[in-house]
């Protein structure tokens, strides 16, 4: 079974319970998102593995670890993903970027698949699947279903959000597959949004209703 990872660090809470206010505008709330991102990415990247590589120095050579693969990527699940991007690429500037673009039926609450692009050898990348909200859980099992069928098995999940039953979704779904969240909320409502969340997310973020 997956791990989930609730990334409570003081930080990360303050940012997340500004970005819950329902008062907050999307110039901040985009500002934020960025913030958290970025912070969670130092765990999300934390058993990264390393090597030994020989260093000059200002003084002498030296042996010191270094990232032992450098081909990772960043999936965001569109559109409200994008705004996690530019957090983990501040982190790991050397990082491809593919995206997956799904929406959710407003009456059956399941994904649909329209947009599907990623950078060569994806198959042989560590890949970090991000999106605000883990709601329903189905957006993401989906396109970590994609992201398998092409060949992919080093996968992680980060988001901001998540619903209980989205959590159990994805383990279902993906046991392999670790969650890294700041916040496990109390529920999803009848409209498959996550109670107390924070709203929609991409609406959020760009300001659109």
Excluded: W
Aim: proline fraction near 6%; charge should be neutral.
């Amino acid at each position: 079974m997956s791990e989930v990872h609730v990334l409570d660090h003081p930080l990360i809470c303050d940012k997340l319970s500004r970005m819950r206010r329902v008062s907050t505008p999307p110039k901040e709330f985009r500002t934020l998102l960025k913030e958290i991102s970025l912070l969670m990415g130092y765990e999300v990247t934390r058993n990264f593995a390393t090597k030994l590589a020989t260093v000059q120095t200002p003084i002498c050579m030296g042996t010191f670890p270094v990232l032992r693969d450098d081909h990772f990527t960043i999936v965001p699940i569109l559109r409200a993903g994008i705004g996690m991007v530019d957090g983990l690429l501040e982190l790991m500037p050397t990082a491809h970027v593919g995206h997956i673009g799904l929406y959710r039926d407003e009456e059956t609450h399941k994904p649909i698949e329209y947009y599907f692009k990623m950078p060569d050898g994806i198959e042989e990348s560590t890949i970090i699947v991000v999106d605000p909200m883990l709601a329903t859980g189905n957006s993401a099992a989906d396109a970590i279903d994609m992201l398998k069928r092409r060949g992919c098995k080093n996968i992680r999940l980060m988001n901001l959000v998540a619903a209980p039953e989205g959590v159990k979704t994805m383990q279902q779904r993906h046991p392999d597959v670790d969650i890294y969240v700041a916040a496990v909320d109390e529920k999803l409502n009848r409209q498959a949004y996550i109670v107390p969340g924070l709203g929609d997310a991409g609406d959020r973020i760009f300001g659109t209703k």
